[in-house]
């Protein structure tokens, strides 16, 4: 695939200065995504809000300044020319890796339940394992689009393991914090960008494959990831403890029926459901707008998937190319995790539903990355 975009955009004339309009589709998709977030946010979190802050839009006034600074950093994203990138990208994925490693500094990293996660201080923290996707996705387009030297994915040995490796260091990274979910997410949106850059399936699986035993592993000495999975497979082994949250998010989905209850009106939102409004903000919203309201959040993901791979096959050169589906891969692989979660689909992760769950440090990266493909659709060919 990489290297028919290669001939065609040898082939084109060289861009001019001058750009085109930014995608509809997407900007729409990403926007309606974003104010279904701030509505649900607000349903979600007040009854918390109010009984913490005593202000039930207390989480809806952070997401909002979050919001501010993301759109911000997305029209930064959007105006840049994206191939001052590529020359950046080591060093951009270098100052993602240091931003991890600073998260076990004292007093610098915030340890919160015993992990390791976020960066800041008082109410100012952000989590650099979410810039890390960012930053990963730039480097892996830089390096796969290179022409002197460039790694040729479709050899196994010379090619896909070696660019494995700095896959792997931010994976181990972000798995010591510990974050099982956005470890696999970094691995997942890896393998879409080297299957776009025109690596086999079968290597791929053979790469998976090599890394099992190292899973098992890692799942026999730890108590926490062995009850996800029980849970997952059956959450009402232990209702009341690791299958909880499965079970009141599926009590929240079947209660919303087709229609739902109505805006506003969930009943697990009132300390039933837990991270109602980050991790499982979904869950309520199929409480309150039923299976047509969850429906529609699932059709907008598949058009802004939809629009981003279509800039992507027009985008003038290999590392647009590339770019444009790894923020894809980015935005809807994370989605689609969620959304597996809350509906007993896949084992609990503790990842964020783009767009729409409260948290800063999630939202400016999802904004980055439509701010970064609507860059490369504006430089499109005709």
Known sequence: MLSAVRRSSDLAPRRSSAAGAPDAWLFGAAALLVAVGLVMIYSASSVTAYTAHLDPAYYLKRQVLWLL??????????????LLLRRFAP???????????LTYVPHVGLRVNGV?????????????????????????????SGREPRIDV???????????IPVFIVAALVLREPDLGTASLLVM??????????????????????????????????????????????????????GFHIIQSLYALGTGGVTGVGLGASREKFFYLPEQYTDFIFSVLGEEAGLIGALLVLALFVLLAFRAVRIALAAPDAFGFLLSIGCAAMIVLQAFVNIGVVTSSWPVTGVPLPFISFGGSSLIADLIAVGLILNVGRRRRA
């Open 69 to 82: 600074v993301g759109c911000a950093c997305a029209y930064g994203a959007y105006r840049v020319d994206y």
């Open 91 to 101: 060093y951009i994925l270098l100052a993602a890796i240091l931003g991890l490693l």
């Open 116 to 144: 390791h996660r976020w960066i800041g201080f008082s109410r100012f923290t952000f989590e650099p394992s979410e810039f890390a996707k960012v930053a990963l996705v730039i480097f892996l387009a830089a390096w796969l």
């Open 154 to 164: 479709a050899k196994l040995t010379s090619g896909l393991i070696p660019a494995c």
């Open 189 to 242: 949106i890896s393998f879409v960008i080297f299957f776009a850059a025109g690596a086999r399936i079968v290597h791929l699986l053979a790469v998976i494959a090599a890394l099992l035993p190292a899973g098992v592993i890692e799942f026999v000495h730890n108590p926490m990831w062995r009850a996800r999975l029980f849970a997952f497979v059956d959450p009402w082994r232990d209702p009341q403890n690791t």
